[in-house]
């Protein structure tokens, strides 16, 4: 049986977890875990998810899984929060995150010199952890595998699967799903989509990047703070 956490925090984007979960849970020797501080009930996108693990009382994990979303700055910024990402992710055997959830593995201090994807209008910012930023839709760094922006969690958690269980597995699982995607248009991509409405999604994000770019800048000091007073 291998464990895989997965670790909810408000203003999370529910796909980035549910998608994995999804596939995941297919799996009979996968015990899948969704927790939240003190076990509170996490609301995403007007859905309520209840009956989570208290995370502070989970004490391994081997397949650590962060999802991102708009919250993951407060995320980030709290400490409790952090401080479990940061211990489960150094027993787990896998660290992996989908869409942001890779800040927040950079916040905690795990992405250090490593390769990771990131949802594609935020990937930049794990330069101030001094992660490596990477356009792939799942990128790979040794124990480290990152998805990239909130629908990759599904090629991620297929990529998963494999490594775990072996390809047949992952292959099992996608059709049993029906994963065959074929989008009615090449726009889910800056670089395909039409520039009208990149420009459109990149107001509308505007703001929030703006907060997120200050807010990560100063959560970036205080992580690199601590690399330098930590022993060796």
Known sequence: MITILIPLYRG??????????????????????????????IVSHGLTFANLTDLETIEHCD?????GGLGCIPAMENERFLQAIRRLAGRANYITSVCTGSLIL?????LKGRRAA????????????????EDGRVVRDGHIITGGGVTAGIDFA???IAELWGDEA??????????APSPPSD???PETAPSRVREAVLNRMADAL????????IVARATLHRFLEAPG
């Open 118 to 133: 990131c949802h594609w209008a935020w990937r930049e910012m794990l330069t101030s952890f001094e992660a490596i930023p």
């Open 106 to 110: 950079g916040a905690a201090g795990v």
């Open 63 to 67: 397949v650590l899984c962060v999802p």
């Open 170 to 179: 992952a292959q099992s699982v996608q059709l049993l799903l029906e994963y």
């Open 187 to 189: 726009a889910g991509l």
């Open 210 to 217: 703006e907060d997120a770019h200050r807010r990560v800048d």
């Open 158 to 160: 297929l990529i998963l």
């Open 12 to 41: 999370v984007t529910h796909l980035d977890f549910t998608g994995p979960h999804q596939f995941l849970s297919t799996i009979p020797d996968a015990h899948v875990i969704v927790a939240s501080l003190d076990g509170a009930p």
